[in-house]
């Protein structure tokens, strides 16, 4: 698994369809890998770049710092068979995508001939999302309990999948404060190791 921090890391990986996967990853769980995972066995794109907000305006209560966040994602993708098809952006390079530098990287990879994709959950894609990112092709994973279509905000190419995983960092919070192990062993680890999410 390999950290991502320049589009001459991306241009080595000598793939030709790349998918960029944001969120908070507060934490990581089985859903988002599942996600991961599909989009690469579907086909969709040849390498997934996960790519961990720093912070997320959007949310009221405060981010687990950013590097526990990291290395809780690499122990989350350890845990998969397609690993090595699977990279983490260097958040001090590539921060999320709702910003100018995501979207300038998204046009050198394109002008050097790659498809670039954003992979996005079906809640994300309101009639706030920022209008340069929604001509970026998506593959949006349909999210239980959103009506929005992602054909009312997108004006580029869209892929809509199949509902994937139903777990949320949200949930996995609650039960981690309760005492019930992360899904994932690898994660639970680090996270009882690191004294995370303990209320």
Excluded at 101 to 111: C, G, K
């Amino acid at each position: 698994m390999a950290s991502i921090s320049c589009t001459g890391d991306i241009l080595a990986l000598g793939v030709q369809r790349v998918g960029f996967m944001s969120g908070s990853f507060d934490p990581p769980h089985d859903s988002h890998l599942a996600v991961m995972e599909q989009v690469l066995l579907d086909g969709q794109v040849d390498h997934v770049m996960v790519c961990a907000h720093s912070c997320n305006p959007e949310k009221i209560e405060r981010l687990t710092p950013i590097e526990h966040r990291l290395a809780m994602l690499q122990a989350l993708i350890s845990s998969s068979n397609l690993a090595d098809r699977i990279s983490t952006c260097d958040p001090s390079a590539i921060h999320g995508i709702e910003n100018l530098t995501f979207l300038q990287s998204v046009e050198r990879l394109q002008n050097l001939g790659l498809e670039v994709w954003v992979v996005r959950g079906q809640d994300a894609i309101r009639d706030h999302y920022p209008d340069d990112l929604r001509k970026v092709p998506h593959i949006v994973i349909p999210r239980q309990g959103y009506e929005n279509h992602p054909n009312e905000v997108l004006r580029g190419k869209f892929l809509m999948t199949r509902p994937i995983g139903k777990n949320s960092s949200t949930a996995v919070r609650e039960q981690l404060k309760r005492g019930i192990p992360h899904p994932v062993p690898a994660v639970d680890r680090y996270i009882r190791e690191k004294r995370l999410y303990s209320g």
